[in-house]
């Protein structure tokens, strides 16, 4: 089946209890290390591909991390962060499914643990896809059919869409996309035949084509996607299984851009103030209670994962209300703070709140997005 059926996106709060805040440097035989896996059994297609293990420890040891060792050739483990295990599966040369496993060990772990893989046979390779000029809020994707003659779908859409459905059968995800253009055309008394070959911008191609996808999410991950399919009035057929590739579109470069934050608690009362040093924008003040998955407990770092997570948050509120008439400047005005601010808020008593400011922007009336790194303050 050419359909990745894991596109992982981990949880945030399995990612930061594995950053690399060791506290202890002996081993407590009592209490040794343990490491616990987003994942223990991986399915991927045969076309392969870099996917990472999540991992959270227990107990760490300072400055420890994991060691993987895989028990064939064609899995590679390539990079281990302090949160994450990168395996490269190479594509398969094989007629029949197979099957692997990566051994993870930590040093005063008692039992390893194991990642199991199981690899589709060999691609079909009905479409191959080459992605260039990625920015962060646009890239160019050119899909490349096996059979040029062969009408196929060409598109691409936000990963988040398949961790929010859990859809993991190419077939599910094409039924799914046809019933919403199958309930567009008829609103506009259309077959779904006559839709298709009419919407704009083009989605079915034959041939070689190149798309340029603009607007696109900053830090966010994409599926680009392909099948091939031939309509009959209201009805459809699959003459390909779904074919996907992943892009994953980068920050923006951050503004040296930093703040003074103060941030107290009385009576249920917080008073944060925010001074910017270098900065005579707009800048954001979110708060982050500690059952929230943006929270990063005192002592841990902001890694990339965290710092996206918090980018998308902003960016997907600012969205959503520019979806709704809001102007980016209304939606800044509204949000958002310039210059020295102090703001009062009642938060629950006894609770742990993390603040987070960062500078944000807009060019050109584009949903605004962060551009300096966070400041966090506790409370």
């Keep these: 089946m050419q359909f990745i059926k894991r596109l992982f996106i981990a949880s945030l709060g399995l990612v930061a209890l594995s950053l690399a805040g060791c506290e202890g440097v002996n081993i407590d035989p009592n209490n040794p290390p343990t490491i616990e896996l987003d994942i223990y059994n991986l399915n991927v297609t045969g076309e392969g591909g870099d996917i990472p293990v999540f991992y959270a420890v227990t107990n760490p040891v300072k400055g420890a991390k994991p060691e993987a060792k895989a028990n064939v050739a064609w899995i590679t483990p390539i990079e281990i962060t302090d949160w994450s295990i990168m395996l490269r599966i190479a594509e398969s040369d094989s007629s029949e499914e197979r099957t692997g496993f990566v051994t993870i060990s930590y040093p005063g772990m008692v039992k390893t643990v194991r990642v199991y893989v199981t690899q589709d046979k060999q691609p079909l390779n009905d479409f191959k896809f080459s992605v260039s000029d990625v920015t962060y809020k646009s890239c160019k994707v050119k899909y490349m059919p096996r059979d040029t003659k062969r009408p196929y779908m060409a598109n ?79 009805s459809y057929t699959m003459t390909t299984p779904l074919h996907t590739s992943i892009v994953d579109i980068p920050m923006p470069s951050m503004y040296n851009a930093t703040f003074n934050v103060s941030a107290t608690m009385s009576n249920g009362t917080a008073t944060i103030s925010v001074t910017p040093d270098n900065w005579d924008g707009y800048y954001a003040i979110q708060i982050a209670p500690e059952d929230n998955l943006l929270y990063i407990p005192p002592g841990e ?37 310039s210059g020295y601010k102090s703001i009062n808020m009642q938060l629950s008593s006894g609770k742990k709140y993390m603040v987070i400011v960062f500078a944000v922007e807009s060019k050109d009336g584009e949903v605004p997005m962060m551009r300096s790194m966070p400041v966090i303050k506790y409370l």
């Design 301 to 337: 770092s902001l890694n990339d994962y965290a710092i996206k997570s918090i980018a998308s948050n902003f960016y997907t509120n600012a969205r959503n209300a520019m979806k709704s008439g809001y102007t980016a400047e209304q939606y800044l005005k509204a949000n958002c703070y």
């Design 156 to 234: 691409i859409i936000d990963s988040e869409y398949f961790k929010q459905t859990g859809i993991t059968d190419g077939t599910v995800f094409v039924a799914n996309e046809m019933e919403s253009y199958l309930a567009l055309a008829q609103r506009h008394n259309m077959t779904l035949e006559d839709l298709m070959q009419n919407v704009s911008p083009q989605l079915i191609y034959s041939g070689e084509a190149t798309r340029e996808f603009t607007g696109m999410q900053p830090g966010a991950t994409y599926t680009i996607y392909s099948y091939g399919v031939e309509f009959h009035g209201n």
